[in-house]
């Protein structure tokens, strides 16, 4: 089992910056490829960005390319969202997730396909 715990959520004005942050704790956390996925009142699950387990190669919604960069300290058991330029619409509850499933190489932008799930932290955007 891998426990998933976000922080770093927060209000912020359009146009700010928040860095959330996903510790992991449970079996060998490069083994599995990370994502975080948002989801706003009344909306579905959205994907919105994500990493393999080596850190080496990310993926990104096309809503968030060039504001939003995925990392990963696997020393440190930790995955970052770095959310810039920050819009209202990005307003929702972020969560972390985490699949090995499909292999670590993989990202998929399908919620189902991943197997630990953090708990959330919200971002609020102020216009």
């Known amino acids: 089992q891998v426990q998933l715990v976000e922080s770093g959520g927060g209000l912020v004005q359009a146009g700010g910056s928040l860095r959330l942050s996903c510790a992991a704790s449970g079996r060998t956390f490069t083994n599995y490829a990370k994502a975080w996925f948002r989801q706003a009142p009344g909306e579905g699950q959205e994907f919105v960005a994500g990493?393999?387990?080596?850190?080496?190669?990310?993926r990104y919604a096309d809503a968030v390319k060039g504001r939003f960069t995925v990392s990963r300290d696997n020393a440190k058991n930790t995955v970052y969202l770095q959310l810039n330029s920050l819009k209202p619409e990005d307003a929702a509850v972020y969560y972390c997730a985490g699949q090995s499933r499909l292999g670590s190489a993989i990202i998929s932008d399908r919620g189902y396909e991943y197997d630990f799930w953090g708990q959330g932290t919200q971002v609020t955007v102020s216009s």
């Open positions: 990493i393999v387990g080596s850190g080496g190669r990310s």
